[in-house]
């Protein structure tokens, strides 16, 4: 899926020149001219990069910064034909992640842009990590959420009942004792107390298998223990 660029400058010819070289480098480009509908695009869709000329008419580049940065944290590019480092501060310390002064080649815009969508895409990337999810037949176990879904509709799971059907379900095949169950979830040796093991089992069967009497997934080996058929 290709990266959306929104250009907001008032000057149509450089905006066409920095759409067709971002293009090239297959960057999905806008073009608004003005401040305000530049905004009004910006806040309303899902862009990936902004590149905001300062000196627009309607809305100046460093007013359509500062509102952007209230509610999206993408990057901006500014841009400007003046050269005092005043400016480039005022801008910088509204939000902008970089600036430009004109006149520029747009082989470097494509590079600027280029080096900012890695970076903000590794930053997003390492924030939004996946869940980790064990899914067997029907059965959804969200370990991060800790949430499960049997074919889609959520049950409800006590701490231990979670942590022992995600311990069969991380172990398919792999016949398990009592014992070895009640030592890696309750986390002590059985001293009398291998029966709270088989309370589980029913209470999980029980929400998990359409019927407890031929159970489907968590099977009875009878004299060992139990475990997670697939």
């Known amino acids: 899926m290709m990266s959306r660029i929104l250009i907001i400058e008032d000057e149509e010819a450089i905006a066409d020149l920095e759409k067709d070289y971002l293009e090239l480098s297959e960057f999905e480009v806008e073009i608004e001219n ?37 509610t999206k944290d993408i990057p901006v590019l500014m841009v400007s034909a003046k050269k005092e480092d005043i400016d480039k501060i005022r801008g910088l310390g509204l939000g902008a992640d970089d600036y430009i002064t004109k006149p520029f080649s747009p082989s470097e815009l494509v590079a600027r842009v280029k080096a900012h969508m890695s970076r903000y895409n590794r930053l997003v990337g390492s924030q939004t990590q996946a869940n980790d ?41 792999h016949v398990f004792t009592k014992e070895e169950l009640f030592r890696e979830i309750w986390d002590m040796d059985s001293i009398g107390d291998i029966a709270t093991v088989t309370v589980h089992i029913k209470k999980i069967r029980e929400k998990i298998e359409f019927d407890t009497a031929k159970p489907q997934y968590i099977e009875t080996i009878w004299g060992v223990g139990y475990r997670f058929k697939v």
């Open 133 to 173: 999810v064990v899914e067997i037949r029907g059965i959804r176990i969200d370990k991060t959420a800790r949430r499960v879904m049997i074919n889609g509709e959520e049950k409800n799971f006590t701490t231990k009942e979670f942590d022992l059907l995600t311990f069969l379900a991380e172990h398919p095949n």
């Open 34 to 70: 003005a401040g305000d509908t530049g905004l009004a695009r910006a806040l309303a869709e899902d862009f990936d990069l902004v590149i905001l000329d300062l000196m627009l008419p309607g809305i100046d580049g460093f007013e359509v910064c500062r509102r952007i940065r209230k």
